[in-house]
């Protein structure tokens, strides 16, 4: 991480397939962030998950009633459900939520190492591969549009407004 940073495309990679094999209870995201974020960089990415959480909790359509009696403090694993254990069996859709969430979240965090630019100024350099070019714009409107359709639709107008014109 130190070497490639949190906007690398093997940061990205890496952690894709890290939430993609594995569920996570509350505990093991916390320790994931912790063990790779900065302080400020942890701060930004708990506020993240909170949000994202809060929005699983408050959707009306779970079938589920064990899931519909969840409140954030499961879902975080704070106040009397910080226990690890007791964390391991919450349902597995619960499960689902808090893994997909703290995925979300990560791609929100930014490299504290790197001056963070609007998506639209992201210009291909003129030496640059096309790839390249693309996965650093695919990467910057991760961490600026949270809607996967309307990001696919940025990026597509991007990748050929400004590319290189060879």
Known sequence: MAEYGLGSPYFNNLLRATFTIRLMAPHDVKFLANLLLTPTQYAIFMAQWKKRLENLTTYAGHANQALAALTIDHLVGEGVHTDPNGQAVLPREALEGITEAAHS???KVFDAKTIQQS???IKQAPQEPY???VERLKQTLERSI???QERE???LKLAIENANED
């Open 105 to 107: 979240s990560f791609l």
């Open 119 to 121: 998506f639209i100024n």
């Open 131 to 133: 790839m390249q070019f």
């Open 146 to 148: 949270d809607n996967d």
């Open 153 to 155: 639709v940025v990026l």
